[in-house]
């Protein structure tokens, strides 16, 4: 399995401000993920990280909002803008190995807004 | 959207009991995994099924895949402290472009 490591593992951030998350992981991978657990709840896939363009968003989630860099095949930013308290919650980063169903997921990144 | 439906919401066991938690939906999965995430960490894969009726085993975990593709169980078997998280249910859709949708997860807190 892959070994991903997430940066920051904690942040407390001002309202109006960005943070941009970082997703490394130790091999090459196609398809990686980033999902949000808002506190006490599950995981809500936010979007699909493409190599080579644009990141596929779900329903509810805007690029606007998490602009999502995939440059090659071991890395990815997630950015949350223009954050707001409601913005609090872990956001994970994971992965999928060719041909695997499951995904493996870093630590997570935690965010408090304030 | 598709939902799991995950139940119970938590459980507070004594050490040594068996622990029996599900998931239903009313939608047909291709696959279903089971995942522990402890606190401050990500969700760790405890378990993968990937045919209906199958029942797999991980240690003191055992899990199956419904017969019906719509519900999965996972049971813990003679439960120890470090069993305490949250357990996660996945499931995989065809129709949802093979993404994971995630149950609502099961607290687990175990007296020692």
């Known amino acids: 399995s892959a070994v991903i490591s997430q940066k920051p593992s904690r942040d407390i951030c001002q309202r109006g401000t960005s943070l941009t998350i970082q997703c490394q992981v130790d091999s090459q991978v196609t398809m990686m993920f980033w999902y949000r657990q808002q506190p006490g709840q599950s995981l809500t896939l936010i979007a699909t990280a493409n190599q080579g363009s644009e990141a596929t968003y779900e329903s509810g989630f805007v690029i606007d909002k998490f602009p999502i860099s995939r440059p090659n095949l071991t890395f990815s930013t997630l950015t949350v803008s223009n954050m707001s308290p409601e913005d609090s919650s872990i956001y994970l980063c994971?992965?999928?190995?060719?041909?695997?169903?499951?995904?493996?997921f870093g630590a997570g990144s935690r965010l408090t807004v304030l | 959207g598709q939902q799991l439906n995950q139940s119970p919401q938590s459980m507070f066991i004594q050490e040594g009991e068996d622990v029996s938690m599900n998931c239903t939906s009313s939608s047909i999965f291709n696959t279903w995994l089971w995942y522990k995430q402890e606190p401050g960490e990500g969700p760790v894969l405890l378990i993968a099924?990937?045919?209906?009726?199958e029942l797999t085993s991980n240690g003191r975990l055992t899990a199956q895949f419904g017969i019906t593709r719509k519900d999965s169980f996972l049971n813990i078997s003679a439960s120890i402290p470090s069993d305490v998280g949250i357990y996660f249910c996945a499931g995989q859709l065809a129709e949802y472009g093979n993404k994971l949708v995630f149950g609502a997860g099961t607290i687990l807190r175990v007296k020692s």
């Open positions: 994971s992965v999928a190995l060719s041909g695997a169903n499951v995904l493996t």
């Open positions: 099924l990937y045919k209906a009726g």
